[in-house]
């Protein structure tokens, strides 16, 4: 978890207030090196904003898998592994992140016990 903007703000006023890195690292309970860096990024961009992650998918693109399940609405999660060079459980997983389910049934539909 990233530290909030303000109080980013106010350990680099202590900082540039007068006291070292050390002392103020301390004042904060935070590492030194977390101030040297934030006080990099506040002179190279003039903001103190946490940078977007941009990571890349690791072996499905969500977009590709949205679109071929669109496609292909029967095919099975081991069919789907071989389209993506993958494990169905990695299918699985990444089916569950863009908010597909496998489910065939209605959720107000409930099974009927013989009997009752």
Not at 6 to 15: A, E, G, I, N, T
Not at 56 to 84: C, G, N, R, W
Not at 90 to 113: D, E, F, W, Y
């Amino acid at each position: 978890m990233a530290y909030c903007i303000d109080f980013r703000k106010k350990v680099l006023d202590y900082y540039q207030s007068g006291y070292s890195q050390r002392e103020t690292a301390e004042h904060f309970g935070i590492g030194e090196t977390t101030v040297s860096q934030w006080y990099l990024i506040w002179l190279t961009t003039g903001s103190l904003a946490c940078k977007e992650l941009n990571r890349p998918h690791k072996k499905i693109d969500p977009q590709l898998l949205s679109e071929y399940v669109k496609e292909h609405t029967d095919a099975y999660l081991l069919e789907i592994a071989a389209v993506f060079n993958c494990s169905d459980t990695a299918v699985s997983n990444a089916l569950r992140r863009i908010g597909i389910t496998r489910k065939k049934r209605h959720v107000g539909i409930k099974n009927k016990t013989p009997g009752k």
